[in-house]
Nanobody, 128 residues
Framework: VQLQASGGGLVQAGGSLRLSCVAS????????IGWFRQAPGKEREEVAC????????FYRDSVKGRFTISRDNAENTVYLEMSGLKPDDTAVYYCATDFAIKVAVTTASDCYYGMDKWGKGTQVTVSS
């Protein structure tokens, strides 16, 4: 199973984008999916995560209220809706999973735990 992120682009500050994470060769519905980003010269950071089961969501503080993670199991896709974009959001965005069924996800750490299966990223550039 391979993941592929798409939907990135160039947008002005305050604009919006919707990223998609699609799986080929398997279903995403059973797994927690995380969105991560990495800006030039910086370490990769967690952005948002959605659990399996009850689709509980978790966000880093800097994107709360601006980003929304969701899943459409029928489309086998996880989305990251981004609004109110800022130049600091500029980065390559990746989706990832661990392809493991988590029994209980109650914290962000639970959600992100073990994610080591990465898709190709998509570039998001926010101009000021």
């Amino acid at each position: 199973v391979q993941l592929q992120a798409s939907g990135g682009g160039l947008v002005q500050a305050g604009g919006s984008l919707r990223l998609s994470c699609v799986a080929s060769g398997g279903s995403l519905r059973y797994y927690a999916i995380g969105w991560f980003r990495q800006a030039p010269g910086k370490e990769r950071e967690e952005v948002a995560c959605i659990s399996n089961g009850d689709s509980r969501t978790f966000y880093r503080d800097s994107v709360k209220g601006r980003f929304t993670i969701s899943r459409d199991n029928a489309e086998n896709t996880v989305y990251l809706e981004m609004s109110g974009l800022k130049p600091d959001d500029t980065a390559v965005y990746y989706c990832a999973t661990d392809f493991a069924i988590k029994v209980a996800v109650t914290t962000a750490s639970d959600c992100y735990y073990g994610m080591d299966k990465w898709g190709k990223g998509t570039q998001v550039t926010v101009s000021s």
